[in-house]
């Protein structure tokens, strides 16, 4: 159950994103989403890249997997802060 809050968390926020139009300094945002987004995304990611000219590069995984990657570059990044 937790893991499917967290991939819900990311993709609610990717969305929040594409609708407040915040703009990031990023040339390439890279996404990570579960499979179930894969048809939202790729309709909404065109439009996206054309409403604020950045590029995404999306990847599509299962849930677990998803949470999974999230989790090991999230704890890598805490290790780096913290070092």
């Known amino acids: ?3 499917r ?3 819900a968390a990311a993709n609610i ?3 929040f994103l594409l609708v407040l139009g915040i703009k990031a300094e990023a040339a390439e945002l890279k996404v990570l989403s579960a499979i179930g987004m894969q048809s ?7 439009k996206f890249e054309r409403a ?3 590029k995404l ?3 599509f995984a299962t849930a677990g ?4 990657r ?9 290790v780096d802060f913290l070092a």
């Open 70 to 78: 999230i989790f090991i570059v999230f704890s890598s990044r805490m």
């Open 13 to 15: 926020g990717f969305v």
């Open 52 to 54: 604020t000219g950045h």
């Open 1 to 3: 159950m937790k893991i």
């Open 65 to 68: 997997a998803a949470s999974e």
């Open 57 to 59: 590069a999306i990847s």
């Open 40 to 46: 939202v995304l790729e309709d909404l990611g065109p």
């Open 5 to 7: 809050s967290l991939v």
